[in-house]
């Protein structure tokens, strides 16, 4: 299932490259406009090549077990053999990509739905084959890239290892630093909010460097836009570290089991959880944002301000970042499962268990939000003025 959603999501990223390529071959004299309809495909590139590394990363069948080693496939090869099949679901979601495109555009014929979309996607264009297949090419090889870079054994794995072959016991685990990119995090949204809040109040730029906005004369900086990316980086940056603090937070004083068993929980999943969670943050409050400066646009007479293609980028993204989340959260779960077999042997209720999900649930939730929100406004109010 996790693998038929990776294709689903590299489908609907081709679709988008494939239809910003259709534009510019149709338009040739509209270069900015191919521009920008091109680099906006580029967050749905990301959010993709992000799940699916989050994918490869809880494929059961790329954990190291024992025995592999004497059959050849050790840490190393197992990280290629994930990318070898990460690259293979993203290019059959290219090729249902592309088919998909052909069939809307009129050019195989014979269905209902041949020539449905043609006006949308530019049919009366031929379509060069050579930038199809490179830019439909894009996604495996980036995606099968991050998994070699994310799933390489780690010096720590290595050196265990090294030392179960000489006999001796490995070094013992380090503690978790997951908060150690809190204060980054908070650096960078605050650079990216002083961007933002200067560039607002300096003089217009030349109508060359402007990015049209709907509720606004003219346009706006490009820096504005680096502001608001920069801004929504720190939350990615920053959610190990809120997610390690939730969880001290949590168990500081005299906490009952619950509290204890949720807060350490929270603490131990720092750093696989937090990242998805903080991408998945960024994802909302860049999606609030939008909401709140086309808003106005929406009540006026005419075309709206989102196309269908622009809709289909939006809930990529959105569906990326939620499913990558939600991959890591069960991820997390499996990894806890021997010790939760464990404390269920000692007689621990299982009610104990699911209230400290709940709390865990809860505290990300009041914690995550509000924070959620306020970026969004912050982000949002040189544009709004």
């Known amino acids: 299932m996790r693998r038929l959603l990776v294709a689903v999501a590299a489908a609907a990223v081709g679709f988008l490259l494939l239809s910003a ?21 580029a967050v749905p590139l990301a959010a993709a090549v992000q799940f699916a590394v989050a994918v490869a990363r ?25 990318a070898a099949s ?45 930038g199809a297949l490179t830019l439909l090419g894009l996604l495996p090889a980036l995606a099968s890239g991050a998994c070699v870079l994310a799933l390489r054994p780690r010096g720590r794995l290595r050196s265990g290892r090294a030392a179960s072959r000489r006999g001796t016991p490995p070094a013992p685990r380090e503690p978790s630093r997951g908060y150690a990119g809190l204060p980054w995090g908070v650096a960078v949204i605050a650079c990216g909010l002083a961007l933002e809040a200067y560039v607002g109040r300096a003089p217009a730029p030349a109508p060359d460097r402007l990015l049209t906005l709907p509720g606004q004369e003219g346009g706006t900086s490009p820096a504005l836009l680096g502001g608001w990316l920069l801004a929504s980086l720190g939350l990615v940056v920053a959610g190990p570290g809120l997610t390690h603090w939730s969880g001290a937070l949590l168990a500081a004083g005299r906490p009952g089991p619950v509290r204890m068993l949720a807060g350490r929980i929270l603490q131990e999943a720092a750093k696989p959880l937090g990242r998805p969670l903080g991408v998945l943050c960024a994802v909302a409050s860049g999606a609030l944002a939008a909401v709140q400066l086309y808003g106005t646009a929406w009540d006026r007479s005419g075309p709206g301000p989102f196309g269908p293609l622009t809709g289909l980028g939006a809930a990529v993204v959105m569906a990326c970042a939620t ?61 709004t003025r």
């Not at 496939?73 to 290629?80: E, K």
């Open 21 to 41: 390529l259709g534009y510019a071959v149709a338009h040739p004299k509209a270069t900015h406009e191919s521009v920008v309809r091109l680099l906006w495909c």
């Open 58 to 82: 809880t494929d059961p069948a790329t954990r190291p077990r024992d025995g592999m080693d004497a059959i050849g496939f050790g840490p190393v090869r197992l990280s290629f053999l994930a």
């Open 86 to 130: 990460t690259a293979l679901t993203c290019g059959l979601g290219g090729a249902a990509a592309l088919l998909a495109y052909l069939e809307l555009r009129g050019d195989l014929g014979g269905t209902p739905l041949s020539g449905a979309a043609a006006g949308a996607l530019d049919a009366d264009a031929p379509l060069p084959w050579a």
């Open 323 to 383: 499913a990558t989340a939600v991959t890591a959260a069960l991820d997390t779960r499996r990894s806890r499962a021997r010790t939760a077999a464990a404390l269920l042997r000692l007689g621990i209720p299982t009610s104990l268990l699911r209230g400290a999900a709940a709390v865990r649930a809860c505290v990300l939730l009041a914690v995550l939000a509000p924070l959620t929100w306020v970026i969004a406004e912050l982000t949002t109010l040189p544009l």
